[in-house]
């Protein structure tokens, strides 16, 4: 089993839909964060999560919104979903107590999202 | 200025190449340095964390120089499974990771 899973694996939608992407790990890591990844441009933070009911924006939070409502669960919201959203996104999680500021960060397999 | 900026590759290298990647960042508060490896499709994962006075993992070795803010990695005797992308990545303290483009590397036989 997947310490970090992300569901959906793949989703297409259509212009003006919400989409709700979760992840969930079974690390007990305190951190949990939501990027997107595009051709060219690299991992772009969206935001992160240093415990529950924490929230942080990252590089891009436009057009996001995130919920931590339990320590293992991080899910990310597209309100009103868009074209240029299209992109795949990673759930990444790290855990606080180790390594101090070399925690690495593990990440889920992706989620790949296609905006119509 | 990005914060991280790494070469922009691709390398295409023989087998048995040394090769070496370069990356800067631009925030010298940055605290902890990392160089992950990224499969086509696939999620990154932590190849090795970069320390002040250098370390090596095998045919791996990770270099920084805070005073010209500049993290490296060189590969000895490439092989074909090192074929990949690498992302170099660095933190400030109480703040998520932020990652460079990264550089992609093949090696052909």
């Known amino acids: 089993d997947a310490d970090v899973t992300q569901t959906p694996r793949n989703r297409i939608t259509k212009t003006g839909k919400r989409i709700m992407l979760e992840c969930s790990q079974t690390?007990?890591?305190?951190?949990m964060y939501w990027y997107r990844q595009d051709p060219g441009l690299g991992l772009r933070l969206i935001y992160y999560?240093?415990?529950?009911?924490?929230?942080n924006k990252g590089e891009i939070s436009d057009g996001y919104s995130v919920s931590r409502q339990a320590q293992a669960k991080f899910s990310l919201s597209l309100e009103s979903a868009i074209p240029n959203q299209t992109a795949l996104y990673f759930c990444?999680?790290?855990?606080?107590?180790?390594?101090?500021?070399?925690?690495?960060?593990?990440f889920g397999d992706g989620t790949r999202l296609s905006i119509l | 200025r990005k914060e991280v900026e790494q070469d922009p590759g691709p390398f295409n290298v023989p087998e048995g190449a040394t090769v070496a990647f370069n990356c800067t960042y631009s925030?010298?508060?940055?605290?902890?340095f990392f160089w992950y490896r990224q499969d086509c499709r696939k999620e990154p994962k932590l190849l090795m964390s970069?320390?002040?006075s250098g370390n090596e993992d095998g045919r791996f070795t990770a270099q920084l120089n805070r005073a010209s803010q500049y993290i490296s990695l060189l590969i000895r005797d490439s092989k074909l499974s090192d074929s990949a992308t690498y992302l170099c990545?660095?933190?400030?303290?109480?703040?998520?990771?932020?990652f460079g483009k990264g550089t992609t590397l093949s090696v052909s036989s």
């Open positions: 690390k007990g890591h305190d951190r």
């Open positions: 925030n010298s508060a940055s605290q902890s």
């Open positions: 999560s240093f415990d529950v009911k924490d929230i």
């Open positions: 990444a999680t790290s855990d606080s107590r180790q390594g101090g500021n070399n925690q690495p960060q593990h």
């Open positions: 990545v660095v933190r400030k303290a109480g703040t998520a990771l932020i």
């Open positions: 970069v320390y002040s």
